[in-house]
């Protein structure tokens, strides 16, 4: 009698949610987006694992919207693609998905096309926080992830992150540099990256990635299941916010990346100006030790105005110690001067530390923040008097800045600065052990070449200077196929291993540029750029059969910036709109707003 009460009571409630949220799931199905599914969303760590999904999702400029299973009960397949293009499920705050939810998502796939990214460990959990003996997804990512291991072993382990080929990393967006000759993603002074996975088993996937280190066994990394009903699933087995929040952004990138554009084929803001790559030469003149090295490379044309560099300079005219005299010296007419008055026309000037490159590298922590202070504003300040514009850019010398200086320099109207973390990424709002420095300035991160960074840095480790070739040519086809940005950083040298790097970089660039797939530019005009397009709010809705309408709002003006659709290759379309230039490039339309409006409505209607 009581249960039966208690039951009606809770059916009375469902039938009223249930109500509601068919009322918000029966407007406008038209808008296409990405659902981003949280179960659970209480402790710290699952409020930063969502937070960092959102915010390379914002960055990345696919629409999405958060979706929880209470939401999603009593919805059909059919219904929920016809809401989300894709589904992203996060780890972590996914692990106790209720079984109805799991059945959805495999009906969403199976039966209705839809595209689901799995991360991790969705659906291993029971209710009570107990592991379930096989996860309810796994036969529908076709892997048996989170496999209940013999004694002695550990369910979660480290191991590598190899691509089954060369081609296939850089396919799934892993920027050149960051495979090494086993396909394995390695990074800038540590070699091959060890990552967090389960133990798992491939059934009927296609594995894109595994790891066989001493302990992998072949286990599966990334793997790809596609449907003949469209759909699609790609399983990562890492936590790949959880790299996001310690200063790892490309592995979280380079896979929701992969999978919203080559599998869902989601429409997005393309985070470049102009829709184009963009590439970074980031120098740093550390001290009065490269008067010569300038020389040289001034004397055999390496700066040129239309490969505009990041150019960063430590000012002062000492370096290890008070008056030693070994710095730069910027406003000296004998030491920094002339130099800085000919640089800048060749770029961005921006401050490399502050005053005295390694006093302040050795002493930043520990000095009083307003001694401190002092020096960065020495530094700029000595910049300003001889170029007479404001210094934009910062990078630090030897290793990572305290978050208070992020704070000041932001004050001092920097909006973009070089950064040691995330590499091989574009450019990002970094988290280092859950800090975070805010959404005004964008950091840089270095594109290195396996283990090495700067030009110096490769011929110290006898790297072939072919090889070096090869990599830019890479780098610089990688940022313009992908359209997206990518900073390389190195100091002047004369010596003829990096004049001949710096020049084969600029002969590729200057080649791919004059066709218009890439720009280069200093950091600084793309943080402008990436600020004013975060602005951008835009829709995209299906009209009929392979029509689409779009809408573009942004009140610091649309210049620039790119919307992409896909349509498929081969197909005859118009763009009906006024000053919008479109390009079709492997089954995407492009299409770039080239006048200084604040609203844009197009259409693009098949042809034919
Ligand atoms: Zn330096």
Known sequence: MFNKKVSASILCLLSITTILIHASWSGPL?????????????TEQEKLILAVYEQLLKEE???YRIITPGELVGQSGENLKKHFEALVVPEYVNSLMPSEIAELINTYVLNNGGKAMLVFDP??????????????????????????????????????WCFVSAEKGREWGITPGKLDQDHAVNSYSYGKIRFEHSRAVNIDARVIAFDNGDDGENNPVITEKVYESGGAVVYANMPLGKYKLCSDDLT???????????????????????????????????????FRALLVMMMQGLFQPDLPLSI????GPDTYKLGDGAGFFAENRFKGRPFLEVLQNYGEMGSHGGWMHNFFAFNVKDLPQQKALQLLEWNSNALVAVTGKKVREYSDPGGNHPTWLKYCLEQFGVNSYYYAGDSGASPSHPRINGEYGGEKMWAFPISPYQKFASFEEMERGQVKPDEVKQWLEDLVNFAADEKTIRMIYTHPSDTRFCLDAIRAFEEKVSAEQQKGRITMAPMSWYADFLNRSAKTIYQVKRQGTGNYSIDLENPAGLKDIT?????????????????????????????????????????????G
């Open 30 to 42: 038209q808008t296409i987006q990405v659902g981003l599914l949280i179960s659970n969303c209480k």
């Open 312 to 315: 960063h300079v430590t000012a």
């Open 123 to 160: 659906a291993t959990k029971f209710p009570d926080g107990e592991q379930r003996q096989a996860p309810l997804l796994s036969s529908l990512a076709g892997v048996r992830y989170y496999q209940p291991v013999s004694a002695g072993k550990e369910l979660i382990y480290f191991g590598y």
């Open 252 to 290: 979280l990138r380079s896979v929701l990346r992969t999978f919203l554009i080559d599998y869902a084929k989601v429409p997005r803001l393309v985070n470049s100006p102009g829709g184009k790559g963009g590439v970074v030469l980031n120098l740093h003149i550390c001290s009065g030790a490269y």
């Open 563 to 607: 919307v992409a659709i896909y349509l498929g290759e081969g197909v005859n379309y118009d763009v009906r709109s006024d000053d919008v230039q479109s390009v079709l490039e492997a089954g995407w339309l492009y299409m770039t707003i080239t006048s200084d409006c604040q609203r844009k409505h197009l259409d693009v209607c098949r042809a």
């Open 61 to 63: 400029g696919f629409n």
